[in-house]
């Protein structure tokens, strides 16, 4: 076989192996986007100190993960 064929070979097989491709879904569709974000999250990966449906305290951690972030504020420290 020479190189030419074997190089198209490799090809056709690459490009029929893409079309195979399955969802990469969990199976679950539980997330919803039609609330605002700070009245959903009941999980356990919520950061202490929010209060689920209050914004302030929503906005209150976004700036705070913000600042933890700026390396302005974390070398001044």
């Known amino acids: 076989m020479t190189k030419a ?3 198209i070979l490799l090809c056709a097989a690459a490009m029929v192996t893409a079309c195979g491709e399955r969802a990469q879904t ?3 569709e ?3 986007y039609d ?3 700070w009245q959903g999250a009941e999980n356990r990966y919520v950061a ?3 209060q689920q ?3 302030a305290s929503w906005e209150k951690q ?3 993960r913000t600042q933890s972030q700026n390396e302005h ?3 001044s420290h």
Do not use: M
């Open 5 to 7: 064929r074997l190089s």
């Open 53 to 55: 449906g209050d914004r």
């Open 62 to 64: 976004l700036r705070r």
């Open 30 to 32: 539980s997330v919803t």
């Open 48 to 50: 202490p100190g929010w």
């Open 26 to 28: 969990t199976g679950e």
């Open 73 to 75: 504020v974390r070398i």
């Open 35 to 37: 609330v605002p974000s």
